[in-house]
């Protein structure tokens, strides 16, 4: 009996420790200076290491902060607001698809036309057709 009393109270003790040690998320001033990066740049090859320079963090340091201040990935969150400018894109004209990949950040149309796909569930043809 004292023994499964004695494991109960190490594993309470193991929980609060666990809560208490939660990333803070990236403070207003630096993640709003990477996300202003982010979508100035949308065709630049943007990665971990430029993103993370941009406000002084490491790379791992940037990468936990920027999830718990955003709920995702810098590289996620990099590739929606592609996605969202190629949607707007697609909605304003007849703007080839190879130049609204390229004008978005994307290395070819078949990786723009798979992203668009997994994230909207159509073609970036289809969509605009559909429009």
Do not use: W
Request: proline content about 5%.
């Amino acid at each position: 009996m004292a023994a499964l009393a004695t494991r109960l109270l190490y594993a309470v003790r193991s929980e609060k420790t666990s809560v208490t040690t939660r990333i803070s998320p990236l403070p207003p001033r630096p993640l709003r200076r990477v996300l202003d990066r982010m979508r100035a740049n949308l065709s630049e090859n943007l990665n971990l290491a430029t993103l993370a320079a941009e406000i002084g963090y490491s790379r791992a340091h940037f990468r936990r902060t920027f999830r718990a201040a955003t709920g995702q990935t810098p590289h996620r969150y990099l590739l929606n607001l592609r996605l969202e400018n190629a949607r707007a894109l697609l909605a304003s004209g007849a703007m080839p698809l190879i130049d609204i990949a390229a004008e978005c950040g994307f290395s070819s149309h078949a990786h723009l036309t798979a992203a668009f796909r997994s994230r909207f569930g159509v073609s970036p043809s289809a969509y605009r057709r559909n429009l």
